[in-house]
């Protein structure tokens, strides 16, 4: 069994899109969190649904939820998923 786990960049990265949510609505901002979180959540149920970000890697994928895109990669030998970061139209790297 798979389990997810957060990178520091990523916590980092989440709270800037939040704050920025939240300027227009804490309302939504609090939604865009709960729902994102259920999306992570559910991940390890089959974390190979998700589109493929590097066409020579199978296991870094990419989750896309409500505009933003989160790469994850699989770590099949510990058993985790690991979320890398979180970004818009911005170029991650």
Not at 36 to 52: S, V
Not at 66 to 73: A, E, N
């Amino acid at each position: 069994m798979l389990v997810v786990e957060t990178t520091p960049r990523f916590d980092n990265e989440l709270v800037v899109v939040l704050d920025f949510i939240a300027l227009d609505s804490v309302n939504r901002a609090l939604i865009f969190y709960d729902e994102l979180m259920e999306k992570l959540h559910n991940i390890p149920d089959n974390p190979y649904m998700y589109r493929q970000r590097d066409a020579m890697d199978d296991d870094t994928r990419e989750l896309i939820y409500k505009g933003y895109s989160i790469p994850l990669y699989i770590d099949k030998t510990k058993g985790i998923v690991f979320i890398l970061g979180i970004f818009n139209q911005n170029l991650w790297e």
